[in-house]
């Protein structure tokens, strides 16, 4: 069965500070990723994905992520974070065959003003 | 823009109670997905139907069931309630050349607690 890692539980910058979330995947196949970001309160929301193409895809927000096969990562990076930036973000990975997604245990990410 | 509608965003419920939660999908989405999120957990898919048909499984205990309409909305239930059910149940749709591609919609939740 597939897994998701991601690293980073708990996450504190200040304002402006760059941003690096770690998320590894167990699947040796052909996958789709996902980043969501979760804000207080609300609901799961889609931050970018990645399909195919051009490995460096970028998101909303001023978000982007890299996907490296080689290494099995997808890590999300933002070069400055910002107050309202404080939410758990979860990294999903999607196999063919299946429609499921699979979760990471999620990052939050706390940033002080 | 319409999104993913959960009813009801609360409830509580008492041991070996059942309950049942609703999911509205986005308008001309076929496809419904149901995760469970713990406390402090990640979301955990549980089942997901397309053009009213299971589509998959996963996680989902023999004390649930699920369905969907005829108008493409869902429904969870659940029944002989646990502590341990208490979560956020995620509902979440896609269209199904979006869904192939795992893209999916994700509704407010409902927040379960049983006591």
Same mark, same amino acid.
């Given at each position: 069965a597939q897994s998701v890692s991601q690293h980073n539980h708990h996450v504190i910058l200040s304002e402006a500070a760059s941003l690096e979330l770690g998320c590894n995947y167990s699947y040796g196949g052909t996958v789709n990723l996902f980043w969501y970001v979760q804000?207080?309160?609300?609901? &799961?929301? &889609? &931050? %970018? !994905?990645?399909?195919?193409?051009?490995? *460096?895809? $970028?998101?909303? $927000?001023?978000?982007?992520?890299?996907?490296? $096969?080689? !290494?099995?990562?997808?890590? %999300?990076? !933002?070069?400055?974070?910002?107050?309202?930036? #404080?939410?758990?973000?979860?990294?999903?990975? $999607?196999? #063919?065959?299946?429609?499921? *997604? #699979?979760f990471g245990s999620g990052t939050r990410l706390q940033v002080q003003p | 823009a319409a999104g993913v509608i959960q009813s009801p965003r609360h409830l509580i419920k008492e041991k070996r109670e059942t309950a049942t939660l609703k999911c509205y999908p986005i308008p001309r989405h076929d496809t419904v997905y149901w995760y469970q999120q713990g406390p402090g957990q990640d979301p955990q898919f549980l089942i997901s139907f397309y053009e009213k048909m299971q589509s998959d499984k996963g996680s989902i205990p023999d004390r649930f069931s699920a369905q969907q309409f005829s108008d493409y909305h869902s429904e969870l239930n659940m029944s002989s309630l646990e502590l341990g059910d208490s979560a956020l149940y995620f509902c979440a749709s896609s269209f199904r050349v979006e869904g192939a591609t795992g893209t999916q919609y994700f509704g407010p939740g409902t927040r379960l607690t049983v006591l």
């Open positions: 804000y207080p309160g609300q609901h &799961l929301q &889609l &931050l %970018l !994905k990645y399909f195919s193409g051009d490995p *460096l895809v $970028k998101g909303i $927000k001023g978000f982007e992520a890299e996907f490296i $096969k080689s !290494k099995f990562s997808f890590n %999300l990076r !933002k070069p400055s974070v910002q107050w309202s930036d #404080t939410a758990e973000y979860f990294c999903a990975v $999607k196999n #063919t065959g299946r429609r499921a *997604l #699979t | -």
